[in-house]
């Protein structure tokens, strides 16, 4: 029998939440390159990141500070990955949750990543405007 979904309520939501997230990125063929070859990232100094930031976001702890978009300037991803990245995501929010909290979840996740492909858009083609 399938588990009962439950809404994200708490930080042990939110470490199941990025931990199966970053699962399913490692998993990609697209999305691994980036993480693992070429930004080198280290997980375990990354995923407390993004505890922090995913716990911020949606429980309001203020536990994350930082420039989120600074990060992604050197990386060599586009609208591709981008899609990819959010498809990720809003399976994983859907895999493991419902609710009002997990419905915030995905309309964040969607609105920073339309952000980050627009400006990365126009940096990328010479005009580092922002
Ligand atoms: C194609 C899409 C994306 C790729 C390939 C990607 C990749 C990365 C990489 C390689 C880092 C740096 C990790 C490190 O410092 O070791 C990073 C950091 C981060 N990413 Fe992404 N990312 C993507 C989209 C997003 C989106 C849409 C969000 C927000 C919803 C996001 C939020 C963050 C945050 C909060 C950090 C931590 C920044 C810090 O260190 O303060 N990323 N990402």
């Known amino acids: 029998m399938q588990a009962i979904k439950k809404d994200i309520q708490d930080r042990k939501d939110i470490h199941l939440l990025v ?54 300037i050197p990386l060599p991803i586009n609208k591709v990955h981008f899609e990819k990245w959010l498809s990720l995501f809003l399976a994983t929010v859907d895999e493991h949750f419902t609710g009002e909290t997990a419905e915030e979840a995905k309309t964040r996740a969607r609105n920073i990543a339309g952000v980050f492909q627009y400006k990365l858009e126009h940096i990328h083609a010479g005009n580092p405007q922002f």
């Open 19 to 72: 931990d199966s997230f970053y699962n399913k990125v490692n998993n990609d063929t697209l999305l691994s390159p980036v993480f693992n070859e070429k930004a080198g990232v280290s997980w375990e100094k990354h995923l407390p990141i993004m505890y922090d930031f995913w716990s911020t976001m949606l429980l309001g702890d203020k536990s994350y500070r930082g420039n989120p978009f600074m990060k992604h």
